[in-house]
């Protein structure tokens, strides 16, 4: 559907190929996480050469000035989003890459005070959808994960294999008999319903492939000795494995998150279109008729996506992190 | 490895399941119970319904055979939506990739600046698709910024129709999917470019190899995996797209840009023929797979040789 997706089944095929194929390993995610912070042991030699001649270091200058233009030229459509936010239409139109100056917060203002309150409104279904979504999402995939790494390799192959399915299925096939369901049961339009089919679909397949891939690399003996020790299995899963997992809750809870929040198609369909709006759907059925007041549009769309993107600015070491550790090897 | 895992559980008999409660079963049959309810069942009603001419607004459907999987091959407007999709796939795929890998290899340095580019670069993976199209459209729309600053630089005298015409909207969602999925390739090739051991780079140097020969011989067999991730995630994530086609063109001009998953909802909520939208979902699904595993497969046995 969009980026977010992208990820998701990214992330999501990456570990389901990973528990498919290899042991991603929990150090080898780390190590690699480190390097995306910061490369230089790896780039160290070649710094220290560079030291050596003017030549080179013209070349570095060269090398870093291309790739500030490049970058540039990829990001001027946020740039462009960015400063209009802070733009009048006139100042807009007449240079749409000119810099918000003289600077005014009009659009910010007008969106806030919009008469049906879609910004706050929306970030607050918003919110509510994605955090009931992780905190029922997350232990439930975590303790399946957990009681599938269990069982006998035979069982524990297929139902792998079963919740593998649910990486590939694209949303739209499953769509229709889910609205159908929730309607037979009372939950059609409904924040419950779409809450609920958060849970059970798509997203529980990434969430139990990144948790099964990581508890590979939790040593059996400390779970061997809890369990001698007679501890039972729902005290070794919440009090031994949760812990030991927390880089895969980041993991799951950063993805998941991020989906959930920029998620169209569920919400746009089970809630559907008399109900309250998330952010996202709110902001497609309201800013249709937004086409030419650029100002207000960019003004909406900047409080709509200043929380993700300060999400990602925040998490971005685990982001990279998560995406890598059931992909490290393929 | 499995059986690493199975064998200790075996030690532990019978003996302790008293000790152990409840346990942990509970939680897992639920989590199996809502993931079978919201997706095993949905696939299974799916492939029910695509043999009958259930709809909605009828009191009762019947079984029509394979009715609609021979419709199927005879919808225009289906098989219309099937090019369109392949051209965006085949188009997203490459340039994607290209630039990914591209951007990856200009960004793979360890300074402040380098960093920073690449937390720019990566921005568009964590904006939603209808915020993404959105910024987009405001840009190629009729009236739009690229045409505002085209005649303001006095490059065109008349509006230029990037999304009112079949052939400039296909190529407008092209270029935005593209931007939206270089952001996440880049992230891949990064991550897969940081796990070469700089060694073999050292290796290769003092074997005299140059900088093509390095690329070709050290680069790209390590960043094999990379490409298999990248390409497949891009190729199922390119399958389901439908927010940025809703905002940009909405499939238009003239159906134009429906991609198979859009023409599927599109059926199914819209002409309420749900027998014939389960059809065509089954089929999606069917080309899913058959994508994602063929290149996984093909990819991957390019992964074995090296």
Request: charge should be positive; proline fraction near 5%; glycine fraction near 8%.
């Amino acid at each position: 559907m969009s980026t977010e997706t992208t990820v998701a089944s990214a992330a999501s095929a990456a570990s389901a190929a990973s528990a498919a194929s290899t042991d991603p390993s929990a150090s080898e995610a780390t190590v690699i996480a480190r390097t995306f912070e910061d490369p230089a042991p790896t780039r160290g030699v070649r710094a220290v050469g560079a030291r050596g001649s003017a030549r080179r270091r013209a070349r570095n200058g060269g090398r870093l000035l291309a790739a500030w233009l490049v970058t540039l030229a990829f990001v001027l459509p946020i740039y462009l989003a960015l400063s209009s936010a802070f733009k009048s239409q006139e100042q807009i139109l007449a240079n749409p890459l000119g810099l918000p100056a003289p600077f005014t917060l009009d659009n910010i203002v007008t969106a806030l005070d919009r008469p049906d309150h879609l910004v706050q409104a929306g970030l607050l279904n918003s919110v509510v959808v994605t955090l009931l979504t992780l905190v029922l999402l997350i232990p439930l995939a975590s303790a399946v994960s957990f009681w599938i790494s269990e069982r006998t390799p035979v069982l524990r192959g297929i139902l792998l294999a079963v919740f593998a399915l649910g990486l590939m299925v694209p949303p739209q096939v499953v769509l229709q008999p889910i609205v159908s369901l929730l309607h037979a049961v009372g939950l059609q339009n409904s924040y419950p319903g779409l809450i609920l089919s958060n849970i059970g679909g798509g997203y529980m397949s990434f969430a139990v492939f990144v948790y099964v891939g990581f508890l590979r690399t939790v040593p059996r003996e400390v779970i061997e000795a809890a369990r001698v020790d007679g501890a039972g299995e729902l005290r070794i899963w919440w009090t031994i494995v949760m812990p030991l997992v927390r880089p895969a809750t980041a993991t799951v809870g950063i993805f998941l998150g991020l989906w959930v929040w920029n998620d169209f198609l569920n919400p746009l369909f089970i809630l559907g279109p008399l109900q309250g709006q998330t952010i996202t759907t709110g902001i497609y059925q309201s800013l249709g008729t937004y086409s030419t007041d650029y100002g207000q549009l960019f003004g909406i769309m900047f409080l709509a996506a200043i929380i993700p993107v300060v999400g990602y600015l925040v998490t971005q070491r685990e982001f990279i992190h998560g995406l890598m550790s059931g992909a490290s090897k393929g | 490895m499995s059986t690493q895992l199975a064998a200790p559980r075996r030690t532990g008999g019978p003996l302790r399941l008293g000790r152990r409660g409840i346990g942990l079963a509970p939680l897992a049959w639920i989590a199996i119970a809502l993931y079978v309810a919201f997706l095993i069942y949905p696939i299974i009603q799916s492939v029910i319904t695509s043999f009958t001419d259930r709809n909605p607004l009828k009191p009762a459907s019947s079984f029509v055979g394979f009715a609609n999987y021979l419709e199927l091959f005879q919808d225009q407007r289906l098989l219309r939506s099937l090019g369109f999709t392949l051209v965006v796939v085949v188009f997203v795929t490459i340039v994607a990739n290209a630039f990914g890998l591209m951007f990856a290899m200009l960004l793979n340095r360890s300074t402040l600046n380098y960093r920073a580019m690449r937390t720019l670069v990566f921005i568009p993976q964590v904006l939603s698709g209808v915020i993404v199209a959105f910024i987009w459209r405001s840009i190629l729309t009729q009236n739009g910024l690229l045409n505002v600053t085209l005649q303001n630089l006095g490059l065109t005298d008349a509006a230029v129709s990037w999304i009112g015409t079949p052939e400039l909207a296909t190529l407008s969602i092209c270029v935005v999917v593209s931007w939206m999925t270089i952001a996440f390739s880049t992230v891949v090739y990064t991550a897969s470019l940081q796990s070469v051991p700089a060694e073999l780079y050292e290796a290769a140097r003092v074997d005299g190899a140059g900088a093509f020969s390095r690329f070709r011989n050290v680069t790209f067999p390590m960043i094999a995996p990379g490409v298999t991730i990248s390409v497949t995630l891009g190729l199922i994530t390119t399958l389901k797209l439908y927010d940025v086609i809703a905002v940009l063109t909405g499939g238009g001009p003239a159906n134009s840009t429906k991609s198979v998953a859009f023409y599927l909802i599109d059926v199914a909520f819209t002409s309420n023929r749900f027998g014939y939208a389960s059809a065509i979902a089954i089929f999606l699904l069917g080309l899913t797979a058959v994508i994602a595993y063929g290149t996984t497969g093909l990819l991957r046995r390019r992964e074995a040789h090296l």
